[in-house]
């Protein structure tokens, strides 16, 4: 039998991927209400209150570990700097998602996380496969994804951004363990 741990920590160089806890919401709260955050997101909501974070934090902490994974990225220095999340949902193999809150893009940080994440769905989530989506206007995510060795599918899926409030098309990719 496959045991999953409820708060699985996962350490990288500079991070440690780990469970949302309810003092995390005021600072997820005030990274993730840019809304350059938001609206290259499909669920995020603009603007993003306090409330949100808090009832993030509690929807995490009721997913089935089984079925879902979901981490608040903490930086050795900074604290939390973002959230990522593996769940299954109707795609035959479960899904990344990831944001990083401004002041700490561009320093490899998405992909370090995304890295990190690969490893333990492969070794203690023992998935094969994960999928991922990017926004056709958001390359730097499809470039974050290529660099973990994500490929693009060829498919391009339209979805509705609840921040943009409008559909928008996404690029589908998929990793091979
Ligand atoms: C996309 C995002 C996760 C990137 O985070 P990050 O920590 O800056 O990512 P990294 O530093 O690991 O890598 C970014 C890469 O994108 C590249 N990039 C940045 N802007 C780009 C652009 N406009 N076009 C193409 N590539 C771009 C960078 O050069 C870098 O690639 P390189 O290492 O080959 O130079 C972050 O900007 C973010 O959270 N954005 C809002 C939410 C979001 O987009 N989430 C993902 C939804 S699919």
Redesign the pocket.
């Known amino acids: 039998m496959c045991v999953i741990e409820r708060t699985p920590v996962i350490e990288t160089r500079r991070l440690a991927l780990r469970a949302p806890e309810p003092r995390d919401a005021a600072r997820l709260s005030e990274l993730a209400s840019d809304y ?2 938001a609206k ?2 499909l669920r995020m909501p603009h603007p993003y209150q306090v409330a949100d974070g808090l009832a993030f934090v509690e929807a995490v902490q009721a997913q089935d570990p089984r079925r879902a994974a979901t981490f608040v990225i903490d930086h050795e220095d900074g604290g939390p700097i ?1 959230v990522i999340g593996l769940f299954e949902d109707a795609d035959p193999a479960p899904e990344v ?4 809150g ?1 002041p ?9 996380a995304l890295e990190g994440a690969l490893v333990w769905a492969r070794k203690a989530w023992k998935r094969r496969a994960l999928t ?4 056709t206007d ?7 994804l290529e ?1 973990a060795g994500f490929l693009y599918t060829g498919e391009v899926r339209r979805g509705f951004s609840k921040a943009r409030g409008d559909w928008t098309r996404t690029r589908r990719m998929v990793w091979l363990a």
């Open positions: 350059d955050v290259m997101t973002g998602g990831y944001w990083i401004r700490f893009w561009g320093r490899g940080l998405a992909t370090e991922a989506g990017h926004f958001n390359p730097a995510s499809g470039r974050v660099k």
